[in-house]
Structure formats: C-alpha cells, structure tokens
C-alpha cells in the first residue's frame, strides 16, 4: 500500500553551483509512502503527512544555502554557532560567508543535483516517520512557467523568519504588461538581467576590511555585505559580476517597485503593470507610471 501527496510543500533555497554562483531554486516537492496499514486502518494521517513531514523539511532545507560537502572546491570551518565557508570558484569568483549554522544545509555530494537533494531528504524525513512506514519517495520538480523566469538569492535582515539569512532564494517567473498587454521582450530583458544573480541592498553594502575574516584579500572585483539580525550576524562576499544593488530592502514587493520605477523613466504616457513572483505562486503587484 501506497500513499502519496502532490505539492506538499515547496522549498525555497540556493545552493552553490561552480559555474552559477549562487542559484536560488524552489522546488515543488511530492511524496509518496509505503508500507502497512496501521491500528486506524491507514498508512499515516493526512494532516500527520502535511504537518510532520513539511515541518522537517522546513526545518532542514527551506530558505537555507545548501552546500555540497564534498566539493573540492569547498573549504569550512566551524565555531562558537558560526559556521565559515569558502567557495573557492576560479577566474576569481571565488564566494565567502560567516553565519549562523543554521544557515546552511551541507549535502553529502559533490554538487547540489535535485537527486542528491531528494536523497537528503527522504533520509531526514524517513528516520522521523512511525515504524509501520517502510519507505518514502521524495520527488523534487520545478514549476511550470510558460514565460520567462530568473534565479535570485538575497537576504532579508528586517524579517523575523527565516528569510533574514543572507543567502536564501527563489525561481521566479515575472509578467509586464503595457497597456494592458503582455510584453514578453520587456520580461525577458529583467529575466536576463536577474539571471543567477545575487539582489543586495545598498545599506547592507560594507569595506571588505571589515569583514570579519578578511585577511589581506584581494577582493576588488567583490562586494562584501553584512548585517545583524534576530538570528544572529550574516556575513556574504561574492563577484560584483554576480550582484546586483538596489536602494532598498530585496522584498518582493520593493522589486516590484523597483523594475516597475525604472521602466516608467523609459515608458512615461504608458499604462504599466509589473507581477514578480517569489517562487511558486506567491508574489507582488505594483502599477506604474507613479509606482509606489
């Protein structure tokens, strides 16, 4: 006997890619259970499905940078609740960060592939299930966006989730309407634009001096950011080619603003209406030409 549930959750994280930098993702995640039935007649309750599985899974992958333990390229070292990693890329895109353990997912993998991920959580989850449960199927899968899409990672110091951590992200899709139409050309620019790219906000922006593990490197063609929040102090450098800055805090709803403010300078006259999504089917509308 099997039971199975589509869409149980959806997983919003980056993982460290050699060639992208940090990928921010989200993963629907599907499962399916086996085993035999218990005193209830049943595998395991429905809302004991949603509500035990989908809180470990939360709990050890959701909004975390996810690392792959085994890559060569990975150097850690851990002390005192912070954990300190370099990720030492070549042509000197090299990325560093000092957070809080909690930040982090270390997958045991060379790279960060929805297999070893699925491995990774089938084995969290499946040691925490009743004993009548003999195995799981964890299936990870992107959405379906008929449109275009970007990868983004950032880090939200205000919020009092998860979200705080400095390197955490999202598949999105965006729409642009003008005039009441779907402007796929104009979607597709920001889409491009915003490809595996890292959002930061201006006030997060520090000297490289002052990084807590800087030692006399040569971080020229990096920005180094920092901040303190409720969990604790995050702690990111990474290639400027990979970054972009904004002027304000990376919430959906500022990045809505924000694409629709700058296309307005570009549009003046025109009707226009900018959707960013963050992640799967959550997201923020803004309506311009005097957005707010």
Not at 5 to 31: K, N, Q
Not at 102 to 120: G, P, R
Not at 166 to 190: C, K, N, P, Q
Request: with cysteine.
């Amino acid at each position: 006997m099997r039971l199975f549930v589509r869409d149980l959750t959806v997983i919003d994280s980056t993982y460290l890619c050699p060639d992208r930098g940090l990928v921010g993702e989200s993963w629907l995640v599907d499962i399916e259970l086996g085993g035999s039935l218990n005193e209830m007649d049943m595998l395991l309750d429905f809302g004991q499905v949603k509500k035990l599985i989908k809180r470990l899974i939360d709990e050890k992958v959701d909004h975390k940078l996810l690392v792959p333990q085994r890559s060569p390229l990975c150097r850690v070292s851990s002390s005192d609740g912070y954990t300190e990693l370099d990720f030492l890329r070549p042509s000197g895109k090299s990325i560093h960060l000092r957070c809080p353990d909690e930040a982090y997912t270390f997958i045991d993998a060379v790279e960060v592939s929805n297999q070893a991920l699925s491995k990774y959580v089938t084995e969290v989850v499946l040691a925490q299930l009743p004993k009548n449960i003999k195995d799981i199927s964890i299936s990870l899968r992107h959405e379906q966006i008929d449109g275009p899409y970007y990868h983004y990672s950032h880090g939200l110091k205000k919020h009092d989730g998860n979200c705080q951590r400095i390197a955490h992200g999202h598949r999105s899709a965006i729409e642009i309407m003008v005039d009441g139409e779907l402007d796929i050309d104009l979607a597709t620019s920001w889409a491009m634009k915003w490809r595996n790219i890292y959002l930061g906000s201006e006030e997060d922006v520090v000297e490289s001096s002052l990084i807590s593990f800087y030692h006399s490197q040569d971080w020229q063609q990096h920005y180094a950011f920092a901040y303190e929040s409720p969990q604790g102090k995050f702690e990111l450098v990474l290639p400027k080619t990979e970054t972009d800055i904004l002027p304000c805090e990376t919430t959906v709803e500022n990045l809505a603003a924000y694409i629709a403010r700058t296309l307005a300078k570009v549009l003046n006259g025109h009707k226009l209406m900018v959707r960013a999504y963050e992640g799967v089917g959550k997201g923020a509308i803004c309506e311009a030409n005097n957005p707010q």
